[in-house]
């Protein structure tokens, strides 16, 4: 079964600086990844996918994410965080079919 | 602005009783996938209809049905709440069939319900 783990509950950084929310995954085959955002009181919105082609994914609002298999990481980037960025966010891998597993999800707080 | 839209988009009820959640896709999505979002359990897949038949089912109560209906909206229907059952619960829609491999899901912003 497949599955993903957030190593960080919580991350804090102060603005201008950079973003790394980590992510492990675990699935028996090729797995498609993605990094959701959940901004306080709203739905959650697609980042960014990785979809066997390129292992760097570039995604929405300047972050990244790098898909390394020997490490089974897919970890998030971004060179400098702004306030905006301030929200949760999930790690997902596909079930290859129709259901999506989510991490627990890390919570991003910028400080001023 | 995802496109889905969902109501209510806050409810309280007390336990034993039923209630009703509604969701609208994006225009033109045939899929409607239903998550709950509880500080305990995380984000967990309930059930996906494509064009009104139930594609995959997750880990849905027995207490808890859905449907899609011709128009493409659709239901989750609650029953005999308990406590346990107070959560976000999130629609999502996409335009195709499986909608995990491309992973894009548009979610609405979720109906919290309160069961007291």
């Known amino acids: 079964a497949q599955s993903v783990t957030q190593l960080d509950s919580h991350v804090s950084v102060s603005e201008g600086t950079p973003v790394l929310l980590r992510c492990n995954y675990s699935?028996?085959?090729?797995?498609?990844l993605f990094w959701y955002v959940q901004h306080p009181n709203k739905g959650l919105q697609l980042l960014l996918k990785y979809t066997s082609a390129a292992t760097l994914v570039k995604g929405i609002n300047g972050f990244e994410a790098e898909f390394k298999k020997s490490e089974t990481s897919f970890h998030l980037t971004k060179p400098s965080a702004h306030m905006s960025d301030a929200a949760e966010y999930f790690c997902v891998v596909s079930d290859g079919g129709n259901k999506l597993v989510f991490g627990a999800g890390t919570i991003l707080r910028v400080k001023s | 602005d995802s496109g889905v839209t969902q109501t209510p988009k806050h409810l309280i009820t007390a336990t034993g009783q039923r209630v009703t959640l509604r969701c609208s896709p994006r225009?033109?999505?045939?899929?409607v996938y239903w998550y709950q979002q509880s500080l305990d359990q995380g984000l967990q897949f309930l059930i996906q209809?494509?064009?009104?038949?139930?594609?995959a089912k997750g880990n849905i109560l027995e207490r808890f049905s859905a449907q899609q209906f011709p128009d493409l909206h659709s239901e989750l229907n609650l029953s005999s709440l308990e406590l346990g059952d107070s959560a976000l619960y999130f629609c999502a829609s996409s335009s195709r069939k499986s909608g995990g491999n491309t992973g894009e899901l548009f979610f609405g912003e979720g109906s919290r319900l309160t069961v007291l």
């Open positions: 209809y494509y064009n009104g038949e139930e594609r």
């Open positions: 699935s028996s085959y090729s797995p498609s």
């Open positions: 225009s033109g999505d045939l899929s």
